[in-house]
């Protein structure tokens, strides 16, 4: 079922993103090697992607906020409307990420003009990136990853409905922490949710621990009647759904996103095809972009599988 997809789909390109529009074609963005601009690509089809239509169509600011590490960047349809949402640092503060939004009016996001609506104001100010939307019985909702300085760690998983694609309307509900020892590998990390619903449940898959072969992807749910607000109606898995696969030369699988070809699911993940890396994982450029289709269990949770090998 998987060979039909080019794997890797997309090189170096990690954290990706792929949304297929009502006009047929797939819209991909992530982090680029340089963490200094977003790029945005489309192609009719998953495969194409590689050779499909490029554009940068925005870059970091000299100095300030939004000067530095621009990471995992996501394109959504919001009303009619494209938005961007993205993290970014300071050159003189290199992890101060705060999560913020481009908007675009036009049809076309490739050639239409994209404005800076600002930083995303999730109630604290600290360490925050990661922000997906998803929309939920005609409401809006965000979820991110932030630092609480008053909770050991790196970042956890938070939820807020939201008045407008840049603006909060209630305030954020911590639904995951790292609690699980494959979730505090190195670090204490929960980060790069992305929201999947489906045989009436929400689900969340969000990746976990340092960014080298340790990387994993966890899954949180919900059932779709229940208040999405109160975190005990939240669940989650006490083991990885998707991780590091020896056998089949995969490393570190993990900040997916979901899309759809045909009658398929499709999981779009970063992953790379080695172990050993020098110096900081994050600046190792080769966490290429792959895609698996997937399918469901009796009761209806997604089952991922292994990362298959390379074939491309």
Not at 69 to 96: L, V
Not at 190 to 209: D, H, M, Q, W
Not at 224 to 236: G, I, R
Request: proline share 5%.
């Amino acid at each position: 079922m998987n060979k039909e997809y080019k794997n890797p789909l997309v090189l170096q390109r990690a954290d990706p993103w792929c949304y297929k529009h009502s006009d047929g074609y797939y819209y991909f963005t992530a982090s680029v090697p340089a963490y200094d601009r977003i790029e945005l690509r489309r192609a009719k089809t998953l495969n194409g992607l590689a050779d499909g239509e490029v554009k940068t169509i925005w870059t970091k600011h000299e100095s300030g906020p939004m000067s530095y590490n621009i990471w995992a960047p996501e394109i959504h349809f919001i009303c009619g409307k494209w938005y961007i949402y993205f993290a970014a640092a300071r050159a003189d503060e290199h992890f101060a990420h705060r999560c913020y939004v481009l908007e675009c009016e036009d049809e076309d996001p490739m050639t239409g003009k994209w404005i800076e609506k600002g930083q995303v104001d999730t109630g604290w100010e600290d360490f925050s990136l990661d922000m997906t939307s998803f929309i939920h019985k005609n409401e809006q909702y965000v979820v991110w990853a932030q630092r609480d300085r008053a909770i050991p760690g790196n970042s956890n998983l938070y939820i807020a409905k939201a008045k407008n694609p840049w603006t909060l309307e209630t305030k954020a509900v911590m639904i995951s922490i790292p609690e699980y020892d494959w979730e505090k590998v190195k670090f204490f990390v929960n980060e790069g949710p992305a929201v999947l619903c489906r045989n009436g449940k929400i689900f969340v898959t969000y990746s976990a621990s340092a960014t080298d072969h340790n990387y994993c992807i966890g899954l949180l749910w919900i059932d779709e009647n229940a208040d999405l607000l109160d975190a005990n109606n939240w669940h989650k898995s006490e083991k990885p759904v998707f991780k590091t696969c020896e056998e089949n030369g995969q490393y570190g699988p993990g900040h997916s996103s979901f899309t759809t070809d045909e009658d398929k699911d499709i999981l779009v993940y970063h992953c790379r095809s080695y172990k050993e890396i020098e110096g900081d994982p994050l600046y190792d450029p080769n966490r290429h972009t792959r895609a698996i289709a997937f399918g469901y269990d009796e009761e209806g949770f997604p089952m991922f599988g292994k990362p298959p090998k390379d074939n491309n």
